[in-house]
Every structure is written in structure tokens, then in C-alpha cells.
């Protein structure tokens, strides 16, 4: 499974973006997907999980009532909309997949990643 995202760049705080997350696999509908960080000089970490049905979202609490994770099962997409951006949002996003035998499961820790995309900086400045 490859994966690669877009739609990163420079926003205002308050702003809003929406990354994509795009699949190359021919089962996407059989992976959980999940949203991580890495800001300069820090930790990778989690951001927002989705069964692999999509039902099923979870979001770390910096982001919860911001953020939102969606996917088009259709189109081999995973989505991240972010809302009221922050400062201390900017970062490369990176998406990941892993195989899940549960459709409303989410795996909100990276190690149980399998595939991730190279990631897509998001900077949020005035």
C-alpha cells in the first residue's frame, strides 16, 4: 500500500485546510487509517484514527472539535479537515494504514502502522 498526501501549506491562525491521503492499494477499504504530527524537534504523534468503515473516529484532545477524519472508500482516500488552525498546529502530517479484521476498530498508536506516506507540511502563521 503507498500512500501520499497533499493539500499542506501556509494558513493564518483561525484558518482551516484539508489534507488527502491517497491510496494506491487495491483494498482500501480494509485498512484502518490514522493522522500523526511532527513538529521540529519534537516526537511524532497522534492526531486522529478511523475504523476502516469509517463509523468509527478518534482524535487526540489538542484537535478534538477542530479536526475532522473521513475517508472515501470509493476513491481510496482518507481525509483531514482542520478548523480554527493554530500556531502550534504546524507541522508535516503524515497519514498511515494498517490491515484491521474489525471494521470499527481505530489504532490510535503509530507502531501499529504498517504503510505511511511521506508526509505534508502544514505551517500555520500570520
Known amino acids: 500500500e503507498q500512500l501520499v498526501e497533499s493539500g499542506g501549506g501556509l494558513v493564518q491562525p483561525g484558518g482551516s485546510l484539508r489534507l488527502s491521503c491517497q491510496a494506491s492499494?487495491?483494498?482500501?477499504?480494509?485498512?484502518?487509517m490514522g493522522w500523526f504530527r511532527q513538529a521540529p524537534g519534537k516526537e511524532r504523534e497522534y492526531v486522529a484514527a478511523l475504523s476502516r468503515s469509517g463509523g468509527v473516529a478518534n482524535y487526540a484532545d489538542s484537535v478534538k472539535g477542530r479536526f475532522s477524519i473521513s475517508r472515501d472508500n470509493a476513491q481510496s482516500t482518507a481525509f483531514l479537515q482542520m478548523d480554527s488552525l493554530k500556531p502550534e498546529d504546524t507541522a508535516v502530517y503524515l497519514c498511515?494504514?494498517?490491515?484491521?479484521?474489525?471494521?470499527?476498530?481505530?489504532?490510535?498508536?503509530?507502531?501499529?502502522?504498517?504503510?505511511w506516506g511521506q508526509g505534508t507540511q502544514v505551517t500555520v502563521s500570520s
Open positions: 498511515a494504514a494498517r490491515s484491521s479484521a474489525y471494521s470499527g476498530t481505530y489504532f490510535p498508536d503509530q507502531n501499529d502502522y504498517d504503510y
Open positions: 492499494g487495491r483494498a482500501f477499504g480494509d485498512y484502518a
